[in-house]
């Protein structure tokens, strides 16, 4: 048996030919890009590209009785832009819990506070002394932009000097804050400079605590110290294990270094024996990270430690260390080392098949389920299910957006939707499948079709709540899906390779991501670009009709109601008790034609024609069946 499509006419093929030639919509700012020659038609960096970087060198210090936070820092600041900055904006995230603040979700009015004190700031030679006075420094939202008496010079390398203090949240748990009474998951602590890029200049938005982050990669020498009672894990290797551990466990870490099999690095009764730090700790830990976009770190003094390692890259032989810390009450932590160990593994070498681009990853039993370079706040699970799920993918924002530079705040499906499809396709692999095929595939098919399906290219500052969490995750993670369906597993990697390796630690765009891909595969997919990701379309197919012609070759006619390019599968169910399944691209639909017909010739009458699977999202359900004896569009019995 054998179904084929059929061929397309002069007509429809000539609208192919009109489609793809269809430019997409660009913005005045990205067209200017372009024109500058920041940004390149064939989706790589343009030969004018500059990026901004800023090193830092932190000290911080953190009482949990007080849960005072204090911090001194300098800030090495390349301007690489061929613009001289008249004013710098530096951000103060934990001002999301300032009184008065603007935010659009809810927080325990006990954990307000008056936000980020600034005791010293040093721009160059210049002090800021008067941070009161607004034409040098004006705070708003989680911002504070500063105007030096000097303007900092294009292609110039500055100084900043920064001494602050805050109080760090107990309750309300937005990304950052305490974990239980002697445990803290500490993030976006430190003030920071905001991304000037060649496209939007200065970064002027205000966490208010739904669209997540964009920052400029740098190196970090960071110290934090805690009580000598206290281990500190964070972003980055530690330099100085030897000074607060005790033999014991750093040998168990040089042993968990070697192997992938779980090593307990700390385990329940290693407390109880004073087995887990040296004679004389420090409570100072040092960290250091090269070309990372954030610096996060935990703590706590009574959390066990599991470790392992895996081989990310077989040319170099290069490891990653993958930790676990977590609460001994949560058993589902027990196994979240394996499951981490694993996806680290599968990601390096199955999907995306790059090496995992950091030599660590740690794995902490917090409040969250949030990523960070190197670190992961997790919440615990209620089952195995949810565990791998949830683990394989915060991990998986190890690529996006951490290797790759992505403006998650404006286009959160650069980065949530790879995160999407990556944990579908690696916790199905952990024996774990997603229950709905794709991760929020469901969520996606109650808002499409409404005025809540925004397309996707839509600024994501501009919308929040459900639409929010549904083109980020779903929709995002389903045209990921659909692409490669399309193109097939060896074209699908070689773009998606191409496109990471041109970004590594770069900001791309979306239109660099669609340039990208059409530039490598040799195709021009504007036609699958325009309605995934900048037009108000919708899934929805229907089986139209069933009929044979006289030479027995059954015709069947799918028609796309919604307009959306998605795949068609088929079961095909004879009289006989034969079933055939066939499936078909997106690619079904490039040449902007809404009826696609099947045909082919079977050794027994059709009885029952069901479109759809658990990966093709379909807004309505009612027209994905026919069987012998309905009533037809046509109005007669077949």
Same mark, same amino acid.
């Given at each position: ?316 032989? !290069?490891?990653?260390? &993958?930790?676990? /810390?977590?609460?001994? +009450?949560? @058993?589902? %932590? $027990? ?5 981490? *160990? ?41 089952? !195995?299910?949810?565990? &791998?799920?949830? /683990?394989?993918?915060? +991990?998986? @924002?190890? %690529? $996006? ?5 992505? *403006? ?45 399906? &925004? ?10 709540? $459900? ?172």
């Amino acid at each position: 048996m054998k179904l084929y499509k059929v061929c397309l006419s002069g007509i429809l093929a000539f609208a192919a030919l009109n489609a793809n030639s269809q430019a997409l919509y660009q913005t005045a700012i990205i067209k200017s890009a372009f024109e500058k020659g920041t940004r390149a038609v064939n989706g790589k960096p343009g030969a004018n590209y500059w990026q901004n970087k800023a090193d830092y060198k932190i000290k911080m210090n953190f009482d949990p009785q007080t849960k005072v936070l204090s911090g001194e820092e300098t800030i090495t600041y390349f301007n690489n832009s061929p613009d001289a900055l008249s004013r710098l904006i530096i951000r103060l995230y934990p001002d999301f819990y300032k009184k008065g603040i603007e935010r659009n979700t809810q927080i325990d009015p006990k954990d307000e506070n008056e936000g980020v004190v600034i005791d010293f700031l040093k721009i160059n030679e210049e002090q800021i002394s008067d941070l009161q006075n607004n034409k040098k420094a004006a705070r708003y939202g989680t911002n504070l932009m500063v105007t030096p008496a000097t303007a900092v010079a294009a292609k110039s390398e500055n100084t900043l000097v920064i001494k602050w203090h805050y109080t760090v949240n107990t309750g309300s748990q937005q990304r950052t804050g305490a974990i239980d009474a002697t445990s803290y998951f500490i993030a976006y602590s430190f003030p920071r400079l905001s991304v000037y890029d060649d496209i939007n200049g200065w970064d002027t938005w205000s966490y208010k605590g739904t669209q997540e982050f964009y920052n400029d990669f740098g190196n970090y020498e960071v110290e934090v110290t805690a009580p000598k009672n206290f281990i500190v894990w964070a972003t980055g290797e530690l330099q100085n294990g030897y000074e607060n551990l005790s033999t014991t466990v750093t040998e168990r870490l040089k042993l968990a270094a070697t192997t992938n099999k779980t090593v307990h690095v700390i385990d329940s009764t290693d407390y109880k024996k004073n087995n887990v730090f040296s004679a004389n700790p420090t409570g100072s830990w040092k960290f250091k990270a090269t070309n990372v976009s954030d610096f996060a770190f935990a703590l706590s003094d009574h959390y066990l430690w599991d470790a392992s390692s895996v081989l990310a890259d077989s040319v170099t032989k !290069r490891r990653v260390m &993958v930790n676990t /810390t977590y609460n001994k +009450i949560h @058993h589902d %932590y $027990f196994e979240v080392q394996d499951i981490a *160990n694993k996806s680290v593994e599968l990601m390096s070498h199955v999907y995306p098949a790059v090496p995992f681009p950091f030599p660590q990853i740690t794995v902490v039993d917090g409040t969250d389920q949030m990523e960070y370079p190197m670190m992961v706040n997790d919440n615990p699970s209620p089952n !195995r299910k949810y565990a &791998v799920q949830l /683990t394989t993918h915060e +991990i998986f @924002h190890s %690529y $996006f957006p951490f290797y790759m530079g992505i *403006n998650e705040t404006q286009y959160a499906w650069m980065d949530e939707g790879w995160a999407s499809i990556g944990e579908t396709v690696l916790s199905a692999l952990l024996g774990e499948p997603e229950d709905e095929g794709i991760y929020s595939k469901t969520r996606y098919e109650k808002v499409s079709g409404t005025d809540l399906d &925004v397309p996707l290219i839509t600024n994501t500052k501009n919308y929040d709540g $459900f639409a929010y969490v549904t083109n980020s995750y779903g929709k995002g993670a389903l045209s990921y899906h659909v692409l490669r369906d399309m193109l097939g597993d060896k074209l699908f990697f070689k773009a998606l390779h191409q496109y990471m390796n041109d970004w590594n630690g770069k900001h791309p765009t979306p239109y660099d991501y669609f340039n990208s891909i059409n530039n490598t595969t040799g195709k021009n997919l504007n036609w699958f670009w325009k309605p995934w990701f900048f037009e108000w379309v919708y899934p929805d197919l229907a089986v139209q009709n069933v009929s044979v012609d006289t030479k027995g070759q059954t015709s069947i006619v799918i028609e796309n109601k919604g307009g959306l390019p998605v795949p068609i599968h088929l079961v095909i169910k004879l009289e006989n008790g034969k079933e055939v399944v066939k499936h078909f691209t997106a690619e079904s639909w490039a040449t902007g034609n809404t009826e696609f017909v099947a045909k082919g010739f079977f050794d027994a009458k059709v009885k029952s024609v069901t479109i759809g699977d658990e990966f093709t999202p379909d807004k309505i359900r009612d027209n994905n069946k026919w069987e012998a004896g309905q009533v037809t569009k046509q109005g007669s019995l077949k």
